[in-house]
């Protein structure tokens, strides 16, 4: 566990300096092409530390206003708070959580926050309406064992990230097109070149996306499993929650392709697979629940 600890924040860390390197070629070509001269790489430079170093220190607010969550009360949510005071026991971690829920059918969780000391745990109020005690407690366990391995450091650093990067090149592209069809300077090799440009990162945007989603390797959902049990003593809670959430057809208006990974289940129903692939952000439900009936 701790080798996978320091892996994952190796991983944060090489997630941050290439979005700081993107980032700066970015907005460096959108100054080279607005003008702005032998000051672009300055500006474009500036800018990209500036918007790194708040994103990776606001990273879990940024998350939490994009899936509009709310706090957990002991008044509303009585039995989710219990569950999470009980657990932090035997988690053995350094700060209790904060608790967030989002107004939604859909049954799904996730964690997130730059560290164990800045953690949250949002849970879905369709969750609360149709687990159990022992299969909540099974999910609140899955989500606090990847706060104590740092799962969620690399996590919501890249789901901010990638999310902001997307949107840079579509306003990139966009920018370019519309100068081009309206500029009175026609330059066509110049147009034709940046063109080129926007093309290249409106094509590598989302794959870079799902590149740097895949960094977060699955492989983390199975550890974070076998962590929750270790938590629980009690597999079968985490077991029956994970089929039902697998069966539980509920849209998530909040997710987005940026956040989808961050979750125990997909969010998006229509693109749930029996077996796992090299593509899909989840492992097969049936793989995980296979995985936890061989512990022993």
């Given at each position: 566990?701790?080798?996978?600890?320091?892996?994952?924040?190796?991983?944060?860390?090489?997630?941050?300096?290439?979005?700081?390197?993107?980032?700066?070629?970015?907005?460096?070509?959108?100054?080279?092409?607005?003008?702005?001269?032998?000051?672009?790489?300055?500006?474009?430079?500036?800018?990209?530390?500036?918007?790194?170093?708040?994103?990776?220190?606001?990273?879990?607010?940024?998350?939490?206003?994009?899936?509009?969550?709310?706090?957990?009360?002991?008044?509303?949510?009585?039995?989710?708070?219990?569950?999470?005071d009980?657990?932090?026991?035997?988690?053995?971690?350094?700060t209790?959580?904060?608790?967030?829920?989002?107004?939604?059918?859909?049954?799904?969780?996730?964690?997130?926050?730059?560290?164990?000391?800045?953690?949250?745990?949002?849970?879905?109020?369709?969750?609360?309406?149709?687990?159990?005690?022992?299969?909540?407690?099974?999910?609140?366990?899955?989500?606090?064992?990847?706060?104590?391995?740092?799962?969620?450091?690399?996590?919501?650093?890249?789901?901010?990230m990638?999310?902001?990067?997307?949107i840079?090149?579509?306003?990139?592209?966009?920018?370019?097109?519309?100068?081009?069809?309206?500029?009175k300077?026609?330059?066509?090799?110049?147009?034709?070149?940046f063109?080129?440009?926007?093309l290249?990162?409106?094509?590598?945007?989302?794959?870079?996306?799902?590149l740097?989603?895949?960094?977060?390797?699955?492989?983390?959902?199975?550890?974070?499993?076998?962590?929750?049990?270790?938590?629980?003593?009690?597999?079968?809670?985490?077991?029956?929650?994970?089929?039902?959430?697998?069966?539980?057809?509920?849209?998530?208006?909040?997710?987005?392709?940026?956040?989808?990974?961050?979750?125990?289940?997909?969010?998006?129903?229509?693109?749930?697979?029996?077996?796992?692939?090299?593509?899909?952000?989840?492992?097969?439900?049936?793989?995980?629940?296979?995985?936890?009936e061989?512990?022993?």
């Open positions: 566990m701790y080798n996978d600890i320091r892996k994952n924040k190796v991983k944060t860390m090489v997630v941050v300096f290439g979005f700081l390197t993107m980032i700066t070629l970015i907005l460096y070509y959108l100054c080279y092409y607005f003008e702005f001269g032998e000051f672009a790489i300055v500006i474009a430079l500036t800018f990209s530390i500036i918007s790194t170093i708040l994103t990776y220190y606001n990273c879990d607010k940024i998350v939490l206003a994009s899936v509009r969550a709310r706090p957990a009360t002991r008044e509303e949510d009585l039995q989710l708070t219990n569950i999470l009980a657990l932090m026991i035997t988690a053995d971690l350094p209790k959580p904060r608790l967030y829920v989002v107004d939604s059918d859909q049954a799904n969780a996730f964690a997130t926050g730059r560290n164990p000391q800045n953690a949250v745990i949002c849970i879905t109020k369709g969750l609360l309406n149709k687990l159990d005690y022992y299969e909540l407690e099974g999910v609140v366990a899955h989500e606090l064992a990847h706060i104590k391995n740092y799962d969620i450091m690399l996590s919501a650093v890249v789901s901010v990638v999310g902001f990067v997307i840079l090149s579509d306003i990139f592209t966009r920018s370019i097109f519309r100068r081009s069809g309206n500029s300077r026609d330059n066509n090799k110049g147009n034709a070149i063109m080129l440009i926007g290249v990162f409106l094509i590598l945007s989302p794959i870079i996306s799902k740097i989603q895949l960094a977060v390797s699955r492989r983390r959902e199975y550890l974070a499993d076998a962590t929750a049990i270790s938590f629980t003593r009690n597999k079968d809670g985490l077991i029956s929650a994970l089929n039902k959430l697998n069966s539980d057809n509920a849209n998530l208006e909040t997710a987005s392709k940026s956040n989808a990974y961050m979750y125990i289940v997909t969010p998006f129903k229509d693109k749930k697979t029996k077996k796992s692939n090299l593509l899909s952000t989840h492992p097969a439900i049936e793989d995980r629940v296979q995985a936890l061989n512990l022993k």
